[in-house]
């Protein structure tokens, strides 16, 4: 049974941190490019980052180059998302997901096969 967990969300003051991760079971991460979304309340899930595990690659959301960071831990078997410079505006669930691809950079939900829980990150002003 695959399963992706996420951790890492909380409540931040504008322009501070967080380090989101995404630990996985049932699936190795290297056979897949993993990816960050966010859904706010009213709002479509939106992408934020992606990452070929095996070869390191990534891709980001125009809204969060800059701030936030995608990257993995080979031994761990995670996925982790940085984010700096916080905003009220990132306030979401944000949702790690697998789609068995070890070649593209994936950018829509759609293409997701796995999903984690989610993680609530809240930006106060």
């Known amino acids: 049974q695959v399963q992706l967990v996420e951790s890492g969300g909380g409540l931040v003051q504008a322009g501070g941190s967080l380090r989101l991760s995404c630990t996985g079971s049932?699936?190795?991460?290297?056979?897949?490019?993993m990816g960050w979304f966010r859904q706010a309340p009213g709002k479509e899930r939106e992408f934020q980052a992606a990452?070929?595990?095996?070869?390191?690659?990534?891709n980001y959301a125009d809204s969060v180059k800059g701030r936030f960071t995608i990257s993995r831990d080979n031994a761990k078997n995670t996925v982790y998302l940085q984010m700096n410079s916080l905003k009220p505006e990132d306030t979401a669930i944000y949702y790690c997901?697998?789609?068995?691809?070890?070649?593209?950079?994936?950018?829509?939900?759609?293409?997701?096969?796995?999903w984690g829980q989610g993680t609530q990150v809240t930006g106060s002003s």
């Open positions: 997901a697998g789609a068995p691809s070890r070649t593209y950079l994936f950018r829509t939900a759609d293409e997701y096969e796995f």
């Open positions: 049932g699936l190795t991460f290297s056979w897949y490019t």
């Open positions: 990452i070929i595990y095996s070869l390191g690659i990534t």
